[in-house]
Nanobody
Framework: QVQLVESGGGLVQAGGSLRLSCAAS????????MAWFRQAPGKEREFVAG????????YYADSVKGRFTISGDNAKNTVYLQMDSLKPEDTAVYYC??????????????????WGQGTQVTVSS
């Protein structure tokens, strides 16, 4: 089992920044891929960014490229999402996910075995 705990959400004005953290505990060696998803009210959960530990490869949704940065600290089993130039349309609950899907399935929610409880990000205009 892997437990994921997110933190760092909050309320910010458009153009501002937030940094989300996701601390993993338990059998973390079983999670080769970690990612951030988000879900706005009335919308499906969507991929935001992902990282593959072994290759240190990162992936981003087109909507956040150039504004968000995913990074990881292997020693701390923690993944971060630095969010800059935030827009009102970034408002959502952000979830951390972990799994073994790899690059092929990195954007697919069902490929992840473990999820955090979510953290709310609200961007005001």
């Amino acid at each position: 089992q892997v437990q994921l705990v997110e933190s760092g959400g909050g309320l910010v004005q458009a153009g501002g920044s937030l940094r989300l953290s996701c601390a993993a505990s338990g059998r973390t060696f079983s999670s080769s891929t970690m990612a951030w998803f988000r879900q706005a009210p009335g919308k499906e959960r969507e991929f935001v960014a992902g990282i593959i530990w072994s290759a240190n490869s990162t992936y981003y949704a087109d909507s956040v490229k150039g504004r968000f940065t995913i990074s990881g600290d292997n020693a701390k089993n923690t993944v971060y999402l630095q969010m800059d130039s935030l827009k009102p349309e970034d408002t959502a609950v952000y979830y951390c996910a972990a799994g073994l899907g790899g690059a092929r399935f990195i954007t697919i929610p069902w490929s992840y075995d473990y999820w955090g409880q979510g953290t709310q990000v609200t961007v005001s205009s």
